[in-house]
């Protein structure tokens, strides 16, 4: 074997384990010794990650978003992934502020005569209520609320039948009802909205 020859395999050899080796390789930062079961491994006692932050609409033009993807949703104030495929994205909001359904604070309904096909904008009440509290306490920074009705979805868990008939909500949160009786102290209808 003459040493062209050598020098070939031993290069090819080098190669071979060189690519080996970085294709098993953690990357870190702010550490030396990555963790074996992480790509990236970042450590700090005086930052954090910053993931690139977005309103919805923006969020919404990102072209084929790969599922894991994840952002900061501005206008939702929530660190939002997406769980669904690229050709059908599905955003979820994954901060711990969030809850993924809630109950419709007090709601007045117009029951004082007998009627029907009347309707109110339960995300309109939802949102009168959220963003213009009558009272906080000191500090307070406000009720984080979604912008767009179509941020959530509605439903009546239960109401009094007695009073209320034909009930039906559309997609923008808009409740429409008939009156069929006279409500009393304990009438109720209870709405919960649930994050989509």
Known sequence: MNIITTNRAFLALFFIVTNFALSFAQVGIGTASPDNSSIL??????????????????????????????????????????????????????SGNVVRFFYLPSLNIDTSSKGNRRTIDLYKAYKDQFSSPLVSSPGASGIPYFESASDLEYYVTDYDTSVLSKLSINSNGVLTYDVIGDATACSFINVVLVVK
Request: aromatic share 4%; hydrophobic share 30%.
């Open 41 to 94: 491994d970042i450590e700090s006692s005086t930052g954090g990650v910053l993931v690139p932050r977005m309103t919805t609409a923006a969020r919404n033009r990102i072209s084929s978003p790969a599922t894991g993807l994840l952002i900061y949703d501005t206008t939702r104030k929530c660190l939002s992934q997406q769980v669904g495929p690229s050709n059908d994205p599905d955003w979820v909001c994954i």
